[in-house]
C-alpha cells in the first residue's frame, strides 16, 4: 500500500503541471485527503485509474459541500532577525476563506485493496464559476452521484453525459443543500400540503368571501 505523500509524488512526477496538496484531518479517523486543482482533475483521475501500482478503480461515493465565506485570526511562528542571528517568535494573522463549492470522492482499489483515496475539486466561486470536470467519464459510479451534488448544491460537471436534476423537478429554483438556502413559503408541487408546509400555504391563500 502506497501513503498519501506516496501517491502525491507519484502523480507529480507523471503530470508536471498538476497542483496537488494534501488536506489533514485532525480527526481521530485521520483520513487525509488530496485537493487537485480542476484543470489536472481528469488527468489525475485518469492516472489514478490507470497505473499499474495504483488501480483505483471504484469510486463508491461522491458528497458535495458548501464553503461560505470566513475570515478567522491564527496564531503563527515567524523568524525575526536578532543581533548575531534569528529567533522565532509567535504572531497572529488574519486568514480568509473565499465563498466555493467543493466535490469530494472517495476512491478504492479492487485489484489492490487499497483506499479510501480522497480527493477534493473546487469551484472559483458559488455563483458564476461554478464549474468542475466531470470524472464519469473516469468512474461510471459518479454519474448519478455528481447528478445529486449538481441537484443539491449546483455544481455545473462539464463533460458528464446527462447532467440534469434527479431530486427536485426541472423548474425548481436554486440548491437545497447550500447552506444560505431559504425555504419558501408554498410548493407549488406539493399534491396535499399538510403540517408546516399547508400552514405556509395557506398564507398564500385568498379571504374565502364572505356568505
Not at 525575526?80 to 517568535?89: D, L, M, T
Not at 453525459?161 to 413559503?185: N, Q
Request: with cysteine; proline share 7%.
Amino acid at each position: 500500500m502506497f501513503s498519501l505523500e506516496e501517491i502525491k509524488s507519484r502523480l507529480e512526477a507523471a503530470i508536471p503541471t498538476a497542483r496537488l496538496e494534501i488536506v489533514a484531518n485532525p480527526s481521530p479517523s485521520g483520513q487525509h485527503s488530496l485537493r487537485v486543482d480542476r484543470d489536472s482533475a481528469v488527468a489525475v483521475a485518469r492516472l489514478l485509474r490507470d497505473h499499474a501500482e495504483l488501480r483505483f478503480d471504484y469510486c463508491s461515493n461522491v458528497t458535495g459541500v458548501d464553503w461560505l465565506a470566513a475570515e478567522w485570526t491564527e496564531k503563527v511562528k515567524i523568524k525575526q532577525p536578532v543581533e548575531g542571528g534569528e529567533q522565532e517568535i509567535e504572531a497572529t494573522r488574519t486568514a480568509r476563506r473565499p465563498a466555493h463549492l467543493e466535490v469530494v470522492y472517495h476512491l478504492y482499489s479492487m485489484e489492490h485493496r487499497q483506499g479510501p483515496l480522497i480527493l477534493r475539486l473546487c469551484t472559483g466561486d458559488r455563483t458564476a464559476d461554478s464549474h468542475l470536470p466531470s470524472l464519469t467519464p473516469i468512474w461510471r459510479s459518479c454519474e448519478f452521484q455528481e447528478r445529486e451534488v449538481f441537484d443539491l448544491f449546483g455544481v455545473h460537471f462539464d463533460g458528464h453525459p446527462d447532467l440534469r436534476r434527479i431530486f427536485m423537478w426541472d423548474e425548481f429554483k436554486d440548491f437545497p443543500m447550500r447552506k444560505d438556502y431559504v425555504e419558501p413559503d408554498d410548493y407549488e408541487y406539493e399534491p396535499t400540503p399538510h403540517d408546516e408546509v399547508l400552514a405556509k400555504a395557506r398564507k398564500h391563500q385568498l379571504p374565502e368571501a364572505p356568505t
